[in-house]
């Protein structure tokens, strides 16, 4: 494998006399698998090269990544081929750390905020039963609460008072939009209820958590028409392995409603083509789901998994074709895909991501006679208040009640 990425000799002799020749020559390995071009492979070998010489007797994990790139590669005076081109320094290092930690790196435990921070995720994740993306935010705003109290030790949190805060949280949610204040408001009195059932403080202090003004229902859902998602959709080539990837991501979306996170998380074997249903779990309901598929979308996954989809290990419907080849598509990865084809079809000022479109599948089926409960139940919504705003959207049932203009059945002289 190295003889036929490098061709010099002398390359190739001072790859194997690297430090971490070894671990080289995995790495080439491990690239290869993934689908990765010689050019790319090159450009990373040449990186974790550099690395190598520079690493002496300290150890590979992420502390020393990130030493190399911030410290030395700003100030390196290395003699002989060296990387620095932080893209591609970066990207290198990240892949070598994936190969050596498959099961991901242990989060290091280093301060009493870090404690704190690990078991209030577990309480979220395993008590809570939220989904990824809100323990992360809940996440983030806990962080910044203990950042801003500069809190190094319990003896802090047993002194935080009411005030304080009030204090701290009007400060940072009037910087942003009311929703963002409201979500801002839910996560902190959400971390303070798990502060004090852990003892951590004395006393009950989500009711200081200052509300902000919002008011539910009060606007009306972004949405699109059905041709234009039709556009969307037709703006894929499907000739291409990639193209039908993506044409059946985007009937996902533009006949389910599915969440981008519904999308990334469908496994192959959650396909029943011979009764035409999806199965997936979705994590706001803590149960699996079962969703008809349309006939469009039955061909265009058939299509793919067929004659698009690259073989491997991977049991993700929607997997890369790209290094890391064969790798599941993420929810990031999913919102690419609609931007990307919302530029071409000229709807790129319309459609910023996904939920616009799910936005509009409902918007669609209510004004097609579909009830509130059939909506809430194919969007996944826990609750049907959720789906409710959608009732300011149903043309048809408003136009029954609505009352006539006043002034509009006088006689004009």
Request: charge should be positive.
């Amino acid at each position: 494998m190295l003889n036929r990425i490098f061709c010099r000799v002398a390359v190739v002799a001072r790859i194997r006399d690297n430090p971490i020749g070894g671990v080289l020559r995995r790495y080439i390995a491990y690239l290869a698998a993934r689908g990765y071009c010689h050019g790319a492979m090159r450009q990373y070998v040449y990186a974790i090269e550099h690395f190598g010489r520079w690493l002496g007797n300290r150890p590979i994990d992420r502390a020393t990544v990130r030493r190399f790139i911030h410290w030395h590669l700003p100030r390196c005076q290395c003699i002989g081929q060296t990387a620095h081109n932080i893209k591609y320094v970066r990207a290198a290092l990240h892949r070598l750390l994936e190969m050596l930690e498959p099961t991901g790196p242990a989060p290091r435990i280093r301060t009493f905020a870090d404690r704190v921070l690990r078991d209030y995720e577990r309480h979220l994740k395993h008590v809570c039963g939220l989904a990824g993306a809100t323990i992360q935010y809940r996440l983030r705003y806990a962080r910044e609460l203990l950042r801003r109290r500069r809190v190094r030790g319990a003896k802090q949190l047993l002194a935080w008072s009411p005030a304080q805060i009030a204090q701290s949280i009007s400060s940072v949610g009037r910087l942003g939009k009311p929703s963002s204040g409201h979500v801002l408001a839910c996560s902190i009195r959400s971390f303070l209820r798990f502060l004090l059932s852990q003892g951590l403080i004395h006393r009950d202090l989500a009711a200081a958590v200052p509300s902000f003004a919002t008011w539910r229902l009060a606007s009306l859902p972004k949405t699109i028409g059905l041709a234009e998602l039709e556009n969307l959709v037709a703006a894929v080539d499907a000739s291409k392995p990639i193209g039908m990837r993506n044409r059946a991501i985007l009937l996902c979306l533009t006949q389910l409603g599915l969440r981008a996170a519904d999308v990334a998380s469908l496994r192959v074997e959650d396909v029943d083509q011979a009764s035409r249903i999806l199965r997936f779990r979705r994590p706001k309901q803590r149960d699996h789901v079962v969703v008809p598929m349309t006939t469009p979308l039955a061909r265009a996954i058939n299509l793919y998994l067929r004659h698009g989809r690259p073989s491997g290990s991977s049991s993700s419907l929607f997997v890369l074709h790209r290094a890391p080849k064969g790798r599941g598509v993420t929810s990031r990865g999913v919102c690419d895909v609609v931007v990307l084809h919302a530029r071409r079809a000229g709807l790129a000022d319309r459609i910023g991501g996904p939920h616009i479109i799910r936005h509009s599948v409902a918007t669609a089926l209510i004004n097609q006679g579909a009830s509130i409960k059939q909506i809430a139940d194919l969007l996944g919504h826990r609750s049907i208040d959720t789906t409710a705003i959608y009732a300011k959207v149903d043309l048809n049932s408003l136009a029954r009640v609505a009352l006539p203009w006043p002034g509009a059945q006088e006689v004009i002289p």
